[in-house]
Each structure stands twice: as C-alpha cells, then as structure tokens.
C-alpha cells in the first residue's frame, strides 16, 4: 500500500466585519505556531498586488467601478495567489486565509444588482483550491453595534451586512455536509470563541492526506 503524501491544511475564516476576524486569525497563528506547525497567514483582498490596489482604491471610495468588475477583480485577485497557495500546501504549510471566494459571492451577491445572481457570481470562483475547514464567525448586528460600530469603508453599513449575513447562510447550507463549514457564535467572549475555533482546528493541526479539493468543481 502506497503512503499518501502529508500536506498542510488549508484553513479559511469569513465573516461579516466587526465579526472579530482579525483577532481571531491572529490568534490561530500564534496557537498553530506554538504547536511548531508552519503557518503562512494569507489575506484577501491582498491589496498589495497590483489588482489588489484597484479593489483597495474601491473599497476607500476613492475610486468608482461596475458592480461586475469589482466583482471579477475581487476573484481575479484570488486566482492570482492560488498556485503560491497551493505550493505552500505542498511543501507542508499550513495556510490560513482571511476571507475567501465566500466573501467574493456574499458581498457582490448582497448587492442585488440585475445580472448579478448568486449563481453568477459564484462562477469565477469554481476550481478555487477549497479550504479543508472554513470557519464562518457568526457576529450578530448588536453586538456589531457594541463593538464600536464601523468604519469608513464601501460595504460597512449595518443594512448592508444584513444581507451578507443572508448569503453566507445560503453558502454554508449549500456547501453540504462533507464541505467542513462550520459557523461559530462569534458574540461570544475572544477567548471562548478562540477556543472553540481550536477545538475544530487541532484535527488538521498535524496536516492532512486528503487530496486538496476544488471549489464546486
Ligand atoms: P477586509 O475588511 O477584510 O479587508 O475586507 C474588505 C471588504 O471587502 C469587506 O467589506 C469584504 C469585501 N470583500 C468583497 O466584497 N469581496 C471579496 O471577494 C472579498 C475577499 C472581500
Ligand atoms: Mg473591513
């Protein structure tokens, strides 16, 4: 029997902002490295590429865009990143993304614009590597109004997020039940909802033999 070959997992947090997302991908760094494990923290939008600087002037305001363009900027800056991903998969890093292609489909898709359906938007990310485990923060609008409310950018208005919360609802449900989605209560105090991301982490600690997947493909 041939051993399968060990790589690292690839691990995705989403939320909605102000769902405490920052924190807690920094935390699960810190946790993974303390266990010696190699960590690479990747985070989308990657404003720093040259796509990534359009999507940046965007979500300032400082630049307007086609609901669709943003849309396939927003993907295109994934697909750009997902060959270095996958390579780090396959040396045996562990790769924890920040937001992912589930933002992608739950912002744009949260617009309503004619055109832009959920299947439609969900198109230019198919064949995406699929994370092993997505961790969705679930933060409710109260507690996303306890927390200072929000900031200066495109997207950050409480009726807004409303409806991104509906979409990655629909995602999590659609993905199945293989797809490893979990939603976590994120209203929760920072040290139990780290906790609790540990807890559905630690499996995947050590790496995985499964081979990587693509998303809906
Ligand atoms: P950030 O606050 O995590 O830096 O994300 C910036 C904003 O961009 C946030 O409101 C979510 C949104 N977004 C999309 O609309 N589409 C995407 O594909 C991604 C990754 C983020
Ligand atoms: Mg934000």
């Known amino acids: 029997m041939s051993e399968r070959k060990v790589r690292g997992a690839f691990i995705v947090v989403e939320g909605l902002d102000r769902s405490g997302k920052s924190s807690q991908v920094t935390l699960l760094e810190e946790h993974l490295k303390a266990e010696g494990v190699a960590v690479r923290l990747v985070k989308f939008p990657d404003r720093t590429t040259p796509i990534g600087k359009l999507i940046d002037s965007y979500l300032r305001s400082e630049s307007e865009m086609d609901d669709r363009s943003i849309h396939l900027l927003f993907?295109?800056?994934?697909?750009?990143?997902?060959?270095?991903?996958?390579?780090s998969l396959?040396?045996?890093?562990?790769?924890?993304?920040?937001?992912?292609?589930?933002?992608?489909?739950?912002?744009?898709?949260?617009?309503?614009?004619?055109?832009?359906?959920y299947e439609w938007c969900r198109g230019p990310d198919i064949?995406?590597?699929?994370?092993?485990?997505?961790?969705?923060?679930?933060v409710s609008p109260e507690q996303q109004r306890a927390r200072g409310g929000f900031g200066e950018e495109r997207y950050e208005k409480a009726d807004f997020q409303e409806r991104v919360e509906h979409v990655f609802e629909r995602i999590g449900?659609?993905?199945?039940?293989?797809?490893?989605?979990?939603?976590?209560?994120?209203?929760?105090?920072?040290?139990?909802?780290?906790?609790?991301?540990?807890?559905?982490?630690?499996p995947l600690a050590k790496g995985t033999d499964r081979p990587l997947g693509r998303l809906w493909a």
Request: charged share 25%.
């Open 127 to 138: 064949a995406l590597p699929a994370p092993d485990i997505t961790l969705f923060l679930a």
């Open 75 to 87: 993907s295109a800056n994934r697909w750009e990143l997902a060959k270095s991903i996958q390579d």
């Open 173 to 202: 449900v659609e993905m199945g039940d293989g797809s490893r989605w979990f939603a976590v209560d994120a209203d929760q105090r920072k040290e139990e909802v780290a906790q609790e991301l540990w807890r559905l982490v630690q």
């Open 90 to 117: 396959e040396s045996g890093t562990t790769v924890i993304c920040d937001r992912y292609a589930f933002s992608g489909i739950a912002f744009s898709a949260a617009k309503n614009a004619s055109g832009m359906s």
